[in-house]
């Protein structure tokens, strides 16, 4: 399975950005699949997730309000889209792919490469 994670950029403060993931193989709708970022010097942090089959949502308190989870079944795709963004939104962002809900990256098995996404103020 891989992820291809797009839609990385530079931006400025209040900029909106839309990322994307593609899957290479059906995902199944038991899967959850989250967005990550990792800033430079910190560990990675959970951003959001969707529950494939159901469609729901869940975010970090940091993202929640300004940036929208969402998913293409049929093209095997999800997209993190980015509003109202700030300096500290600035990080490598990955999507990932897990069996069940959870905010914890050591959870998710199938990873996308990242992309940077670049906030100036």
């Known amino acids: 399975v891989q992820l291809q994670a797009s839609g990385g950029g530079l931006v400025q403060a209040g900029d909106s950005l839309r990322l994307s993931c593609v899957a290479s193989?059906?995902?199944?709708?038991?899967?959850?699949m989250g967005w990550f970022r990792q800033a430079p010097g910190k560990e990675r942090e959970f951003v959001g997730l969707?529950?494939?089959?159901?469609?729901?949502?869940y975010y970090a308190d940091s993202v929640t309000g300004r940036f929208t989870i969402s998913r293409d079944t049929a093209e095997n795709a999800v997209y993190l889209q980015m509003n109202s963004l700030k300096p500290e939104d600035t990080a490598v962002y990955y999507c990932?792919?897990?069996?069940?809900?959870?905010?914890?990256?050591?959870?998710?098995?199938?990873w996308g490469q990242g992309t940077l996404v670049t906030v100036s103020s």
């Open positions: 193989v059906r995902i199944f709708s038991s899967a959850v």
């Open positions: 969707i529950r494939w089959g159901r469609g729901s949502t």
């Open positions: 990932a792919r897990g069996h069940h809900f959870s905010t914890a990256p050591s959870e998710y098995y199938y």
